[in-house]
Structures are given as structure tokens and as C-alpha cells.
């Protein structure tokens, strides 16, 4: 690798705004994700009031994002490991834009499903691409923090924005006009998607990819700026062919089979407490003003819990953290399904200790082992893959959990316990999951520990 003037690519200034600057920007999409997935359920009951919207309607309207997620990850996965991360997670910026304005001024119900489901497929070119790149700029001691963590905390942050915009405007905006709440809130995600497009303009390559491309020189200039450099030799990444054989084979196949799985289980069950909640208490026949502020609470909790995450997620064994949030979660879903309904004190704790264990571990968890199980060349696919699958979980949850609610109560959430202890199981048998500290390279790549 060549040892060229660092100030070829990467000049002093460029390299301290990178070095500042590039996880956040690119974790700062999961805010405008975050955002838009939340802001739907939220407009919801202000919706709720100019259209005639079923409970299946509503379902829908959620559930068709995640699709549309699932979509953006497969087809542009894909594309960033072929052209570069940086020019996939710029475009996706432009289509949040563009589909904010949009859903702010439909007035049919089928025209807010097409502009939902576009919005699924930029925040899906985000998560392809972000979650590669997050992984491949972090180093090993931070990697948990980086890849996992921050985006989470960005994501919730955008859903704590969206909840607290929604209880300002009902509070400040005559009732006469509420019907404007849901076009404003829409209309916002354009605001963030242009600042980080702006921020993200100033971003590299990256390193990882440029390497895995032959565009060494370039790349070591990046790693220089991000202080990766030692790491980055040390684990000897190399170009390499592009063989989507190889994510079938021996160890790989079982890295991506369990990572993949833990992912689908977390999306099944996780969407109740982190998208869901406003509908379901909706559908529960918790008025509005009480419906956001419970809303409000759940996801503060979240973040503390993410926060707490951040401590732990590179000092403690990741399989135990896995195993521990994975029995609270089974207990919180029992007592949301069996308990919710015969007493308001029995919901709620089931909920926030649901959202508390949620954020606390496989949110994040599933992040970051989607993340570490691909090799460089092919992560973005790969990540693409499993959060494609992930989210298709997503969307059939959101489609059926506001009728089941409507029609059965809370008793219709008891049998989400069985994901979760499925979920435990499949942490317990696979020890190799603990890839604390490792670097990217040794996790993707390394035989797995039986």
C-alpha cells in the first residue's frame, strides 16, 4: 500500500471534519428514518379523522413502508458493493425529499400508500448502505458503539421528534384544522433528508470498499484521517471477486442463516412496542392526548436504554446481553398479552419493560451481527438480504397486529412470547456470537467457535 503525501486525497481540515464528522452524518439517516416510521402511527390519529381508515387500512399504511424497505435493501444492497456506498446514500436523500412533499399533499388514501412505500425504498437504500459503511469505519473497540448503538439512537431520537411535533400541533393548532397536523408532520422529513445530504457531501468513500475495488492509495489517505490505518493492515483486507457462492457455504452460510434469523424474530415481535404502540393503544380506545404522551414515554425509555447500551455493547459479552434482553422480552410479552387487559398497571409495565429490553439489546444487537457476518465485498447485499427478510417480518406484524388488537384485545400479543424464547434459544446455541473486540475482518471472515 502506498505511503504517498496524505494530503493527495485528504487535506487537514477534510481530514478532521472526517474524522469528526462521518459516523454521525451517516448515522444521522437512521433519524430520518426514524422519523418517518414513527410519524405515520402518530399521524395516524389525526388521519384517522379526514379519511374512513379501517383497521385494516391502518395496518396497511405501516406495513407498506416496510415493504417498500425491503425492496430498497435488496435492489440497492446490491448496487452500493458495485458502485460505492457514498453514491447510493446520496440519491436515497433525494427521494426522502422528494416523497415528503409528496405525502404531504395527497388526498386519497391509495396516493399516501405509493408515497409510503417510496419512502420504504429510501429508507431502505439508507439502511443498506449505512449499516456497511458504519461497520467498515469503525474500529474494533468502537465498532459496537458505531455500528449499532449510534444508528439506533439517531433512529429514536427521529421518533421521539416526530411523537413530541405531534403533541405540540395538537395542543397549539384549533381543531379546525388538525387535518393540516399530518400534512406538516409529512412534510417535515424533507428538513432533516436536505441538511444530511448537505453534511454527507463532504463524506469519502468507504475505505473498506475502496480497497476491496483496487483504489488503495485513496483508500489509506481515508484511514489515515479515521486513525484506522494500524487496524486496517494489521487484519490485511484484499480484493477480492465478488462470489455470492460463498455466503452459502461452511461457516459463512451458518453466520448468515443465524444473524439473518435473530434479525426476523427481533422485527416480528420489536414493531409492537417501537412502531405499533399509538395504534394499538388506538385501537385500545386510549384517547389521543394520552395515546402521544404514552407513546412519548416509551420511547424516552428507549433511549436511556440505548444509552445505557453504549456502555456495554463493546465491554460486555454480547451473547449474554443477547440471552438476558431475550428472557426479560418473553416475561414483558406474557404480561402485555395475558395481564394488559385486566389492568392498566399490568400494560404498562409490560410495555416499557418491552421497550427498556428492546433498545437495551437485539435492536442493536441485530445491527451489528447483520453488519460483522458479511465480508467486505459483499456486505452490502448481504446486510441488504437479512434486513430485507427482517422487514418483511415488519410489515406483516404492522398489517395484522391493529386488527388482532381490535378484535381479540391484548390477548392477540401473548403469542409474540414464543418469538422471543425462540430468540433465546438461538443465541444459546451459538457461542460465537460473542465477537466483542474482534476485528471485522476476523468476525466476517474467522471460523466460528462451536
Known sequence: MSTADPTIYVDEKRARFIKKWSSTLIAFGEFIDGYDLTVIGVAMVFLSKDFALSSSDKGLLVAVSFIGTAVGLIAFGDLADRIGRKKVFAFNLWVFIVTAIGAALIT?????????????????????????FLAEVAPAARRGRLAGSLPNITFILGAIFSIVMAIVLQATVPEAYHSWIWRGMFLFAAVPSFLVLMGRKQLPESPRWLIQNGR??????????????????????????????????????RRMLVCTAFFMLNTTAGPIVSFMGPVIFNEAGIAVKQNLYISLAANCIGLFALLIGVQLIDRVNRRTLGLVTAAVLTASALTVGLLGGTSNAFLFTGFICWTFATWLGPAVLAWIWSAEAYPTELRGFGAGLTQALARMCSAITAFIIPGLVHDHGYYAIAPYATVYFLMFLLVLFNPWLASTNESLEAVAEGELKR
Open 108 to 132: 386519497q388514501v391509495w396516493m399516501l400508500w405509493v408515497m409510503r412505500f417510496l419512502i420504504g425504498v429510501a429508507i431502505g437504500m439508507d439502511l443498506s448502505c449505512s449499516s456497511a
Open 216 to 253: 488503495e492509495e485513496e483508500a489509506y489517505q481515508i484511514l489515515k484521517a479515521l486513525d484506522l490505518d494500524e487496524e486496517v493492515l494489521k487484519a490485511k483486507p484484499k480484493k477480492t471477486n465478488r462470489e455470492y457462492r460463498k455466503l452459502f457455504k461452511g461457516d459463512a452460510r
